[in-house]
Every structure is written in C-alpha cells, then in structure tokens.
Antibody, heavy 121, light 107 residues
Framework: EVQLLESGGGLVQPGGSLRLSCAAS????????MSWVRQAPGKGLEWVSA?????????YHADSVKGRFTVSRDNSRNTLYLQMNNLRADDTAVYYC?????????????WGQGTLVTVSS | DIQMTQSPSSLSASVGDRVTITCRAG??????LNWYQQKPGKAPKVLIYAASNLQSGVPSRFSGSGSGTDFTLTISSLQPEDFATYYCQQSYSTPATFGQGTKVEIK
C-alpha cells in the first residue's frame, strides 16, 4: 500500500525557515517523480515544486517560490524534502506531497495527508 | 502558464442527479488533464487521468471526456458521498495548474 506521510509543518515568523519532509512507502520511491502542492486556507490547489525520480537531477519550482524554496530527495531514505526559506504570510497553507503515476510529469495518483505551515508574527 | 477555468464554481444537486462540470484550458493541452475530488480536511483524490481514464477503485458513475481545450467530468447518478469539491489540472506543461474548483452541494 502506497503511503506518503508529511511532517515538519508549524508556526514560523515571516522571514523564517522550515523544512518539510515526506516519508514514502509501498512503492519503489526512486522510480517516481514527486511534487509538493499547497492549499491556502479556504482556497484552491497550487503546485509548488517537483523533482525527478532517480538522482533527482531535474527540479522545478513555481515562480511564487523560486529562489526561496528548494525541493530535494534522499532515495536511500525514501524521503522527499521541501526547504522553505524567507517565508511570507502568503505561504501559509497545507502542504501536500504527491506521487506521479509514472506517465510523464504532474499526473498525481497518491497524495499525503498534508502538513500545515502557518507564517505569522 | 496555462490557465484552467472550471464552470460552474458551485452547484446544488440532489442524490440521483446527473452532474456535469466543465474545464477549459487557456491553450491546447491534448489529453493531459486530470480530475480530483477533495472533501473537507482531506487530501485530493484522483478520479480521472489523461482526460478519460478512470482511476482504479473509482466508481464507474464518474467519467471524463474531452481533448484540446475543453473537458468534462460527469457524475451519472450523484451519491451522498460525492458531495465535495472537484478540481481539474493540466499536466501538459510546467507549471502544473489547477482549475479554481467546483463545489458540489446538496440541494
């Protein structure tokens, strides 16, 4: 059974940093591209970042987070990360990790339960 | 970025109704279109991928159609558990983009 378990969310002041983790199990993690998608309170879904499978050489970020967020992965630990720096109030959201189904980018077949990031003073 | 526009933004329907949600892409995206269902406090769940393919385990009352710029999600007979918000999403190009969502409420 595929499972994705996010952690690392919490309350942080504007300008602060957080690192989110997503522990994966139930599939060959290194084979699949992975993404982070966020949802601000009461709002819709916004793709944030993506990383390729084996080696993770390919990474992509939304313009809204480019230069502040960095996606990475440790295939030996079956874990996806999102390093978030210089956080702003509009980064407040539930952050989901999502697994690609393997037929090109951004075709998400499994999602984690999400972790809440609140940026506030 | 490819803009995805859903209509309607919300709808009220009764159990047993046929429900149709449309999604329009700002440029052609071939069949690179996914549909998700989200219930309050829960993660999204994929219903349809590649415009018309039913995700394993999803009831057959859900179906998707379309290609190019215009797509449709149809629920043939609405069930109580189908009251939720539905999102379309294009996977044609980076950045992936979602529609604004369609909330299906009980009439």
């Amino acid at each position: 059974e595929v499972q994705l378990l996010e952690s690392g969310g919490g309350l942080v002041q504007p300008g602060g940093s957080l690192r989110l983790s997503c522990a994966a199990s139930g599939f060959t993690f290194s084979t699949y591209d992975m993404s982070w998608v966020r949802q601000a309170p009461g709002k819709g879904l916004e793709w944030v970042s993506a990383i390729g499978g084996s080696g993770g050489r390919n990474t992509y970020h939304a313009d809204s987070v480019k230069g502040r967020f960095t996606v990475s992965r440790d295939n030996s630990r079956n874990t996806l990360y999102l390093q978030m720096n210089n956080l702003r109030a509009d980064d407040t959201a539930v952050y989901y990790c999502a697994k690609d189904r393997g037929s090109g980018w951004y075709n998400f077949d499994y999602w984690g339960q999400g972790t809440l990031v609140t940026v506030s003073s | 970025d490819i803009q995805m526009t859903q209509s309607p933004s919300s709808l009220s329907a009764s159990v047993g109704d046929r429900v149709t949600i449309t999604c329009r892409a700002g440029q052609t995206i071939s069949h690179y279109l996914n549909w998700y269902q989200q219930k309050p406090g829960k993660a999204p769940k994929v219903l349809i991928y590649a415009a018309s393919n039913l995700q394993s385990g999803v009831p057959s009352r859900f179906s998707g159609s379309g290609s190019g710029t215009d797509f449709t999600l149809t629920i043939s007979s609405l069930q109580p558990e189908d009251f939720a918000t539905y999102y379309c999403q294009q996977s044609y190009s980076t950045p992936a983009t979602f529609g604004q969502g369609t909330k299906v409420e009980i009439k």
